[in-house]
């Protein structure tokens, strides 16, 4: 757990608080992925167009699904370490 967290909790931030803090962190780097990603893979459709047969190579369902998979994905990849952040003691990770 990075020192910032556990010198919040020790001077008294409430886990939720400490929770949210991670989630936000990580989730806003999944974000900024899926943002780059969406970006990258609009201009890449003209290039792996020829290669697609039935299928549109600006396919909604695919721009749409995937970005909220990984999404769905990463919640929980944030939320575990999230939830282990709070359930640390501060004095014990301060002495450490």
């Known amino acids: 757990m990075p020192i910032?967290?556990?010198l919040r909790m020790a001077i008294g931030a409430q886990?939720?608080?400490v929770l949210g803090q991670v989630l936000r962190e990580g989730l806003v780097l999944?974000?900024?992925g899926?943002?780059?990603g969406l970006v990258a893979a609009a201009?890449?459709?003209k290039l792996v167009a020829g290669f697609l047969f039935e299928v549109s190579a600006r396919d909604l369902t695919t721009f749409a699904g995937i970005p909220l998979?990984?999404?769905l994905i990463?919640?929980?990849a944030c939320l575990l370490p999230a939830r282990?952040?709070?359930k640390v003691n501060p004095m014990t990770a301060l002495r450490q």
Do not use: E, I, N
Request: without cysteine.
């Open 84 to 86: 282990r952040a709070t």
């Open 43 to 45: 201009f890449a459709t």
């Open 69 to 71: 998979l990984l999404v």
């Open 30 to 32: 999944v974000a900024g």
């Open 4 to 6: 910032l967290k556990t």
């Open 74 to 76: 990463a919640l929980p």
């Open 34 to 36: 899926v943002s780059l």
């Open 15 to 17: 886990q939720a608080q």
